[in-house]
């Protein structure tokens, strides 16, 4: 019984679909899981065959210590049938198990992200910077209502016209209060009444326009018109105060002669 058992069980396990391939010497990934789930099972069929050749050699021995009881004793020799059972049972659910993960694709590779340079990192830091700066400074919308009367008002200021290039920025600033052409409306009104000779409401409307955001060109602009004005009411103080914020900013080649006229005028005291 046993030995033809042994037999059947090498023929069946014969007949095992190993999935054996040749192995290259570069392997993907698939591959080498492969090779190693097929090491793993040449492994399992190995322990299987000692297990069999111990319980046939058990077998035998008992059969031979057993010859001369037979005569006394009727019981049959031992047979291990049951343990060469349990072992194919357990080499067979070995092999399903690693059947079913042939049967799985290979996990991915997880791809490796490419270290930032400190460079790269700073000039996006910049970029970000200067893009926030542009979403918070004032747009200037061509289609706002006050874009029309601020042409108008405008051509009138360069026309020299400042008593009606006044009185135009002055409606402009009334009637649309929170629109983005007030702000440049209060800084012209401040250059028409400046050019009108009435330095003081000039001097609160810089003053005002100030405190509110506009562009760096109309800012400067602006603190130079303060400046001059600061000069004709003698307010040498301040107009010092102005020339000092002025050299730091960058400035245009008539802003800049503007500047260096005033500084002429000032003769502020050197830091």
Same mark, same amino acid.
Do not use: W
């Given at each position: 019984?046993?030995?033809?058992?042994?037999?059947?069980?090498?023929?069946?396990?014969?007949?095992?679909?190993?999935?054996?391939?040749?192995?290259?010497?570069?392997?993907?990934?698939?591959?080498?899981?492969?090779?190693?789930?097929?090491?793993?099972? %040449?492994?399992?069929?190995?322990?299987?065959?000692?297990?069999?050749?111990?319980?046939?050699?058990?077998?035998?021995?008992?059969?031979?210590?057993?010859?001369?009881?037979?005569?006394?004793?009727?019981?049959?020799?031992?047979?291990?049938?049951?343990?060469?059972?349990?072992?194919?049972?357990?080499?067979?659910?070995?092999?399903?198990?690693?059947?079913?993960?042939?049967?799985?694709?290979?996990?991915?590779?997880?791809?490796?992200?490419?270290?930032?340079?400190?460079?790269?990192?700073? #000039?996006?830091?910049?970029?970000?910077?200067?893009?926030?700066?542009?979403?918070?400074?004032?747009?200037?919308?061509?289609?706002?209502?006050?874009?029309?009367?601020? #042409?108008?008002?405008?051509?009138?200021?360069?026309?020299?016209?400042?008593?009606?290039?006044? #009185?135009?920025?002055?409606?402009?600033?009334?009637?649309?209060?929170? #629109?983005?052409?007030?702000?440049?409306?209060?800084?012209?009104?401040?250059?028409?009444?400046?050019?009108?000779?009435?330095?003081?409401?000039?001097?609160?409307?810089?003053?005002?326009?100030?405190?509110?955001?506009?562009?760096?060109?109309?800012?400067?602009?602006?603190?130079?018109?303060?400046?001059?004005?600061?000069?004709?009411?003698?307010?040498?103080?301040?107009?010092?105060?102005?020339?000092?914020?002025?050299?730091?900013?960058?400035?245009?080649?008539?802003?800049? %002669?503007?500047?260096?006229?005033?500084?002429?005028?000032?003769?502020?005291?050197?830091?």
């Amino acid at each position: 019984m046993t030995k033809s058992l042994y037999c059947f069980l090498l023929i069946t396990l014969a007949a095992l679909p190993l999935k054996a391939a040749e192995v290259p010497s570069s392997l993907s990934a698939k591959e080498q899981q492969v090779k190693n789930l097929e090491e793993q099972l %040449k492994k399992a069929v190995d322990d299987l065959n000692a297990s069999l050749e111990k319980a046939h050699e058990q077998g035998e021995g008992a059969n031979k210590d057993q010859l001369s009881e037979q005569t006394s004793t009727s019981l049959p020799a031992p047979d291990h049938s049951e343990a060469i059972v349990d072992a194919l049972k357990n080499l067979t659910g070995r092999v399903e198990i690693l059947e079913k993960k042939l049967e799985q694709p290979a996990p991915a590779k997880l791809v490796e992200q490419a270290p930032v340079s400190p460079k790269a990192e700073l #000039d996006k830091i910049r970029e970000d910077a200067e893009k926030k700066a542009n979403e918070l400074a004032p747009k200037l919308a061509t289609g706002t209502p006050a874009v029309a009367q601020y #042409d108008q008002a405008n051509a009138l200021l360069k026309n020299k016209e400042y008593k009606k290039a006044a #009185d135009a920025f002055g409606t402009i600033m009334n009637e649309f209060p929170s #629109d983005p052409y007030a702000v440049k409306s209060r800084v012209h009104l401040a250059e028409a009444l400046q050019a009108l000779g009435d330095f003081t409401k000039a001097e609160d409307m810089y003053t005002e326009a100030l405190k509110t955001k506009m562009d760096d060109s109309l800012m400067i602009d602006c603190r130079l018109g303060l400046l001059e004005v600061n000069l004709a009411l003698n307010k040498a103080s301040e107009a010092c105060s102005q020339i000092t914020i002025l050299q730091k900013e960058k400035l245009t080649e008539n802003q800049l %002669k503007r500047l260096k006229d005033s500084q002429g005028k000032a003769h502020c005291k050197k830091p």
